[in-house]
């Protein structure tokens, strides 16, 4: 039986016009938020070599993007707790729409969008006690609202979707917070989580949860491979000091793996994961840690293979058969195995990810 996400994707398919595609705005590998040396935010289109292929201001501070799969629209998300989300036409500069979340919630800064590029999924927090929700947009009618489903857990903050198109994997942090101050107000009964969702009607089809002395990890990030390994990274909200691993390793059926560093390395991480991926060539996986100024490489199995220093580093993605790498200081870097090398330095502050396009679509 076909499901109603699919029925929706195939009408809008037969009846849409043909759209220009990323070549129009540069063909660019990569989205990335900054705050510019004037004070002001703005989105960028970066490519391999790091330079910019465009640019487009922001109201405010910017977090994460999301990339349509095959036209040149980025979807700009706000910093947590976010009440904007910009429908960016990145070949032309304008902002075609302003999505708004539900009165009484906000975004969480990611957001995905389907192979089609006919919906938008949008990680929502309920501001009263921070319950979990997935927002469902229509992509193709001037990004209406046409649904939502829990996250089954409180504070999602991450999400994507799996090869199959269907299934998406979310990650609850599981701290409830003030919306106005930001504060974090169940650090003493957290409770994060992992969720496969079916997007077509918000089935749970399966939940990781960590064991209890782990409870205070939250689970912030995600980043997948093509065969649906699912990396995260966490954050430690528990005692200072303590050194807990802050990336997982999961595939759908079997326990998650905890990749650890030794003991003087995790400490160096001062308990924060800001950003994760698997390397190009799909043999590692690297965490970064702007407080500890160190990128961290684990192979995919979660044996430690080394750290990169670097001052204020957290965006982080694939790059060839390595990584590319931002830092607060404006630098853009390629790590492959223990060895780094300059990509580019603008004079702004990269924010804290750098979101991958479809690199299989785009000239290397």
Known sequence: ???????????????????????????????????????????????????????????????????????????????????????????????????????????????????????????????????????????????????????????????????????????????????????????????????????????????????PELAQNSIRHLALTPDDTVAFAMQWEGDAGMAPPLLGLHRRGDAPVLAEAPLGDELAMDGYAGSVSFSGDGGSVAITSPKGSRVHRFATTGEFLGAVSRSDVCGLARHRSGFIASDGLGGLIHIEGSQTRPLARQRRAWDNHIVELDLGHRPT
Request: with cysteine; net charge negative; hydrophobic share 40%.
């Open 1 to 211: 039986m076909a499901t109603r996400r699919a029925f929706l994707a195939s009408f809008l398919a037969a009846t849409a016009a043909p759209g220009l595609s990323w070549a129009a705005a540069g063909n660019p590998a990569y989205l990335a938020a900054a705050r510019e040396a004037d004070g002001g935010f703005a989105l960028f289109g970066i490519g391999h070599d790091g330079q910019d292929c465009f640019r487009v201001p922001l109201p405010a501070r910017g977090h994460a993007g999301a990339g349509h799969p095959s036209q040149p629209i980025a979807v700009a998300f706000a910093r947590r707790p976010g009440k904007f989300a910009l429908v960016i036409n990145c070949a032309t500069g304008r902002v075609t729409h302003q999505i708004i979340p539900p009165e009484g919630s906000h975004f969480n800064g990611h957001g995905v969008f389907d192979p089609e590029g006919d919906l938008l999924f949008t990680c929502e927090q309920r501001a009263a006690d921070s319950e979990g929700f997935i927002g469902i947009w229509n992509a193709r009618e001037g990004y209406e609202r046409i649904g939502e489903m829990r996250s089954q857990g409180i504070g999602p903050h991450d999400l994507r979707l799996l090869s199959d198109g269907e299934t998406l994997v979310v990650a609850n942090g599981g701290i409830a917070t003030d919306p106005e101050t930001r504060d974090k107000l169940n650090l003493d009964d957290m409770h994060p989580n992992l969720t496969y969702l079916f997007s077509g009607s918000g089935a749970v089809v399966e939940q990781v949860t960590l064991k």
